[in-house]
């Protein structure tokens, strides 16, 4: 798939500016703080509906406007697609695909998928599990529309139940409209593991032998997918995972209720990333970090070419700069085909290592070379 064009109005530092790419990679470059990550961001809400930055979608219209639009003109399975975005203070977020408008948000990622790369993506193996728990679901928000919609109703679930939980002392009434939020957690709950699991054996395939290459073979790169501790067996069917998440609800019933926490679920999920046989996030060292992370995202990125039929869009935001020549040159020859947006700054000088257009932003003006 290919991103032609992107028109933006009123977003972020962006009054009104329309760009036509390179199909094969487009070299962002300026000074701080000029627009290279929000137009980055720009074609993140094209692809999911939302910013990977933010959940206010406030924050993405222009200071001192009521409104935003974005627009993309997008080539993907041998179709031309526009994609149209408007969002204003206080109104729905309205969006349109060939002027027809959506049921869903995903319903963007049908047309358009990205991988977004940045250097904090650099630190995945040892940040909190939250950080992979989120690369899992962008990924699979965009390949799986069913895991998407199960995601959003877990949340507002566990929104739910939190507050249930918050609000329970002295509310036997509202403690008996658990076992309900118990039930449809543990049902929309089976559907996450049933995805994830498979998400995360195709992710350590994929990233192992990444892994090798980029580590000059010296390294074994594995993946576990840890969930639930009831859950003997993640790729068990349907009505196995749930009553093994009911079992894990019923011991935990009354320690949440007297945490007044959400303590059962997939909302903790994690994946553990091994290096020969050792966790990552206890003994890897710097490099060995930054190789696996390397490795995680150019694996989902190749998952994205199985189950869909073609690249995503790859988004790299600084991150050139942020590696040494070798690990450099390893994404490089890494992306082979497929189109990439390269944002570095001026002084780095990348823009004259890489082939393609280069593209410079100043002040939320962008003017191709
Ligand atoms: P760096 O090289 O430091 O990463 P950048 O070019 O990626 O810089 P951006 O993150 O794109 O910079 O931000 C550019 C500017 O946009 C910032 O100065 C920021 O204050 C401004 N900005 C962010 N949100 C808005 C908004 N809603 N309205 C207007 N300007 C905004
Ligand atoms: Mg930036």
Redesign the pocket.
């Known amino acids: 798939m290919r991103l032609d064009r992107v028109k933006l109005e ?5 009054a009104a500016q329309e760009v036509f790419f390179d199909p094969v990679c487009s070299v962002i470059c ?12 720009a074609m993140v809400c094209l692809s999911t509906g939302k910013s990977h930055r933010t959940r206010a979608d ?8 009521q409104s935003f639009r974005l627009e993309g003109t997008i080539r993907a399975r041998d179709r031309d697609f526009v994609s149209r975005i408007d969002a204003g203070a206080g109104k729905k977020k309205r969006i349109t695909i060939n002027d027809v408008p959506v049921r869903a948000a995903s319903d963007l990622s049908g047309v358009l998928n990205t991988i977004f790369f940045c250097p904090e993506d650099l630190q995945l193996i040892k940040e909190g599990a939250a950080a992979r728990r989120r690369f899992i679901d962008t990924s699979l928000c965009q390949l799986r529309p069913r895991y998407s919609a199960a995601l959003s109703e877990y949340q507002r679930l566990h929104e739910h139940k939190t507050r249930i939980l918050r609000d329970c002392d002295g509310r036997p009434d509202l403690i008996a409209t658990l076992p309900d939020f118990d039930l449809r957690m543990a049902e929309v709950g089976a559907v996450l593991i049933h995805y994830r699991s498979r998400f995360v054996k195709m992710l350590s395939q994929y990233a192992a032998p990444a892994h090798s290459e980029c580590s000059g073979g010296r390294e074994e790169l594995s993946i576990q997918y840890k969930t639930v501790k009831t859950v003997t067996d993640p790729f068990a069917d349907h009505k196995t995972l749930v009553a093994q998440l009911q079992e894990h609800q019923r011991e935990h019933h009354h320690a949440e209720v007297s945490s007044r926490q959400c303590l059962s679920g997939p909302h903790k999920d994690d994946i553990e990333v091994l290096l020969d046989g050792l966790s990552a996030r206890s003994y890897a060292s710097q490099g060995q970090t930054r190789t696996a992370a390397l490795a995680l995202k150019l694996a989902a990125r190749e998952i994205h070419k199985e189950i869909i039929g073609e690249y995503p869009i790859l988004l790299l ?2 991150v050139l700069s942020e590696l040494d020549p070798k690990r450099q040159e390893y994404v490089l020859n890494r992306i082979g085909s497929g189109q990439v947006f390269i ?1 570095c ?1 001026e002084e780095d000088r990348l823009h004259s290592l890489l082939s393609g257009s280069v593209y410079r ?1 100043k002040g ?1 003006v962008i003017t191709r070379q």
């Open positions: 009123n977003f972020r530092n962006y300026g000074e701080n703080a000029q627009g290279k990550t929000n137009l980055l961001e406030r924050e993405l219209i222009r200071f001192e406007q935001d600084d944002t700054c932003v939320g």
